[in-house]
């Protein structure tokens, strides 16, 4: 039962960052409340496992206090906030990052989760950046069924509507990926099909052209989000 309920939660915080990836990032109410789902039903399930299992034990890890300590300062920070109703979004999101980040931290020990959760990201790192260099060779101005905006043109985001935010994502997948490469005791087949996962991420990372905007475009967006915010405040 511990080994079913720890594979169990492995699963669904592997297919919730899977479906946050593939569906923009999760950024829209729609997807962030099926990742929400998917981490509170992980939640519940890790209860469930400290419950019923005698032998799981709570790790300290000294991470978790800096982590939580953010948390509750966003939350300080946000009761005195101008903008209420963003601002709780905002520790909303922070509250479900470090949530998924201690189910993670306290369930997935297994060699076996390890590995699968090193294939996943790998695999979707790979597809991505295939993704986004099918975007930037056709011209395309869509993002799956959705169009984009017309200010990131020539430069390819995969499944995010922001090309930074796919960049930062390869930047975060990238390294493992060639750790397993060139590194990992593992056969030759599992060692080039991450070579070739972290070939793709490569090519999806240079066709996004991430911080090649110029200076002067920078100025004019920094300007339009200035006025957006003080209309918000003034209203």
Sequence with gaps: ????????????????ACFAIVLFGAVRATELAGVTCMAGAAAMMWIARMWIGGSHRWIL???????????????????????????????????????????ALQNMHGQGVLNASAWAASISGGLLGIYAMAQYLGESESVLWLARPSQYWRRAGGTFVNPNHHAALTVLLLPMALAHAFLARARLVVRVIHGYAALMMLGGLAVSMSRGRSEEHTSELQSRQYLVCRLLLEK
Excluded: C, K, N
């Design 1 to 16: 039962m511990d080994d079913a309920m720890e594979r169990g939660i492995a699963t669904l915080i592997g297919v919730a």
């Design 61 to 103: 890890h000294p991470v978790l206090l800096p982590v939580l300590g953010f948390v509750a300062f966003a939350a300080w920070r946000a009761s005195g906030s101008d903008v209420a109703y963003v601002a709780w979004q905002e520790v909303w999101l922070l509250g479900l990052y470090a949530m998924t980040m201690v189910l």
